[in-house]
């Protein structure tokens, strides 16, 4: 049974060590500055400071990775929420998105940090400085809301191309 343990424990560990050399991509797109959500939206201080703290590692293209993005498997973990969040917001190309996909993420954007469902709780384990207070749910939301409204009157004003 010592053995047995003993063997067990050395291929953990020889796995281990094997599945670090297979790391993650950290290469960011290019941004084009005309795509992103500051060349369309007027984006406060404040609200900039919140969006920076707290969402954009995992909904823009400046991802700041942490230490533990190089051990493995948490780097495959990493990767695969920030691949994620990209794929259902991504402020570096938010200039891409039609009005109605826009008015309807800043809608997203208010409801999910009410709910309190975004930062994501796992995301806030280790990044405490991520945690919104309710002062900045409130400040994003009324952002969010501001620039939905201004979206959605665009819209009904548009003219009707046949």
Not at 27 to 50: F, N
Request: proline share 4%.
């Amino acid at each position: 049974m010592k053995k047995a343990l003993k063997i067990a424990a050395l291929a953990l560990a020889i796995i281990f060590v094997a599945i670090q050399f297979f790391q993650i991509d950290k290469t960011e797109e290019q941004t084009d500055a005309k795509e992103m959500l500051e060349a369309s939206v007027r984006v406060g201080p404040d609200v900039s400071m919140i969006l920076s703290k707290s969402c954009n590692d995992c909904h823009s293209n400046k991802t700041v990775y942490p230490w533990y993005a190089n051990v493995q498997p948490f780097g495959w973990f990493l990767k695969s929420h920030i691949d994620d969040g990209k794929r259902h917001l991504n402020f570096s190309v938010w200039n891409t998105y039609a009005d109605k996909k826009k008015s309807k993420k800043l809608e997203e954007i208010c409801e999910q940090v009410e709910s309190k469902e975004m930062p994501l709780p796992s995301y806030l384990w280790i990044h405490r400085d991520a945690v919104l207070s309710d002062s900045d749910r409130k400040t994003l939301c009324g952002w969010a809301n501001e620039q939905k409204g201004k979206i959605d009157a665009r819209m009904e004003n548009a003219p009707i191309v046949n």
